[in-house]
């Protein structure tokens, strides 16, 4: 990692919004004076950590607030200054960005003393407010562990191990792959150190072995697209280290991991990721189950594309997305892609679809509403937000989110209270089951229902794995 300077972060501003460029020097001169005298743990001054989380920010495009915020965040923590000094001397929005953050740091999800836990509430619920404090708390921890090799070892392994539980996730649902897939190797680096370096030999082997064959096949789609003059850029992407890790701890080998190398093709417009889909399996060979089109089906984190695994020169297995340019904005930086799309609009843009498009953010709300109890609450957020999930089809084809462990009761309480209290039988995949069945993935699921029932049994309380349904069910019996 090179070394970042101010001038590289004025650099990044000028690229696409220069107008700001002189009020967040101003913030910087500020960090940096309140902060004299404070050193890191590698030795260097201070400042250098809040230079670094500004321009992983700016790196994503981020408002002049959020980069503000990202270069006073600590200064509540570690200086005398407050939060009213904050409002004073810039503006009010930036003090509630960096008080927001402020307490996201004392978080810690394995202390049970109730304040810590009041504490992590607040903070995993400040998303509801403003999820730019969330933003830049991911930030920050991408620094801090990137620069995790100055602590001792038993607080890098805390760290990975926080850092895989909660911001990962976090990461996940807003759609923030590259943080997410950064923070992952870094964690798994600490948590597992022989095994992420023998996966990363052997990646590098793999990536060398089948160079040749994908620039290649790069170079034939990009002329073949260019033919029809349809817009372009062709990139290779490997799968990140810890992506690998899960696969080969589920019992996958190496050699079976179809989508380790995969070529991202970006065209400009829907049509046309159609057009060159058509265009690659006529050239190449695809393999029939191995097809998913995610433009018409995203994933709940709003993820699009079309994916194709085919074979390739050498008979080799390549993976191919193809997505809109737009599109891909979105898989690599989620919703931190509105800033640019949406600019001084982009904070509400963002705060709205997360009520209205992602799943996640209405079992959270939901949550939130029913557990009084700080500690059942970050109980729950880790075992039905936090940990795998299974993906699952209405009749109508619509993808719904559930914890892994769900049954057709969490299925119809998502869907609608009355559906679940009216449910009197349940199709997956065509086959009648029972109401305690276990989800997997890709199920289709149809709910019979009957105005005349007798509504959920008590039983069911039993049956039903999400606190949602839970909660319907004692309300019913009530
Ligand atoms: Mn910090």
Request: hydrophobic share 35%; net charge negative.
């Amino acid at each position: 990692m090179e070394k970042i300077i101010l001038q590289d972060l004025i650099d990044k501003l000028n690229e696409y919004n220069p107008e700001e460029v002189e009020t967040i020097k101003i913030a910087y001169e500020y960090a940096k004076e309140l902060h004299n005298g404070q050193y890191r743990q590698s030795g260097e001054p201070y400042i250098n950590h809040p230079l670094n989380v500004a321009y992983i920010l700016a790196d994503m495009h981020a408002d002049k607030d959020t980069i503000c915020a990202g270069l006073l965040h600590d200064v509540l923590e570690d200086t005398e200054f407050t939060k009213e000094d904050i409002a004073r001397d810039f503006n009010q929005n930036i003090a509630n960005l960096v008080n927001g953050v402020t307490k996201l740091s004392k978080m810690n999800f394995s202390s049970k003393q109730d304040q810590n836990l009041a504490n992590t509430r607040k903070i995993i619920t400040s998303i509801t407010e403003d999820v730019r404090i969330i933003i830049i708390k991911l930030a920050d921890r991408l620094h801090n562990m990137r620069t995790l090799q100055f602590k001792s070892e038993f607080k890098q392994k805390e760290n990975a191990l926080e850092t895989m539980e909660i911001f990962v996730p976090l990461a996940y649902y807003i759609g923030a792959y590259r943080i997410k897939s950064e923070l992952e190797d870094l964690s798994l680096r600490y948590l597992k150190p022989d095994m992420y370096k023998k996966i990363e030999e052997r990646k590098l082997k793999i990536e060398q072995d089948s160079n040749s064959c994908l620039q290649e096949m790069l170079l034939k789609i990009q002329a073949m697209l260019s033919d029809k003059n349809i817009p372009n850029e062709i990139k290779v992407r490997t799968k990140n280290i810890y992506g690998i890790y899960k696969r080969l701890s589920e019992g996958q080998k190496l050699s079976d991991i179809h989508d380790l190398l995969a070529l991202k093709i970006m065209v400009d417009e829907v049509a046309n990721c159609y057009y060159a889909l058509g265009m690659i399996h006529q050239q190449y060979h695809p393999i029939n189950n191995k097809f998913k089109d995610y433009i018409c089906n995203p994933k709940t984190n709003m993820y699009q594309s079309l994916h194709t695994t085919v074979f390739g020169p050498d008979d080799r297995l390549v993976q191919t997305q193809i997505r809109t340019f737009a599109m891909d904005r979105v898989a690599s930086f989620g919703l931190t892609a509105y800033w640019d799309e949406e600019k001084g609009n982009a904070r509400n843009a963002m705060q709205e679809d997360l009520k209205s498009k992602f799943q996640f953010f209405q079992s959270l709300t939901e949550i939130n509403s029913m557990f009084g109890d700080n500690q059942q609450f970050v109980n729950q957020v880790k075992c039905e937000l936090f940990s795998d999930n299974v993906y699952v089809y209405t009749t109508s084809g619509e993808t719904i989110q559930l914890p892994k462990g769900a049954t057709p009761i969490d299925f119809a309480y998502k869907i609608h209270t009355d559906i679940g209290n009216t449910m009197v039988g349940v199709f997956v995949n065509d086959e009648y089951v029972p109401i305690d069945y276990i989800l997997q993935n890709k199920d289709r699921v149809r709910i019979i229902t009957d105005d005349l029932s007798y509504g959920p049994r008590e039983d069911w309380i039993e049956k039903a794995h999400t606190s949602l349904a839970k909660k319907k069910i004692l309300d019913f019996i009530k």
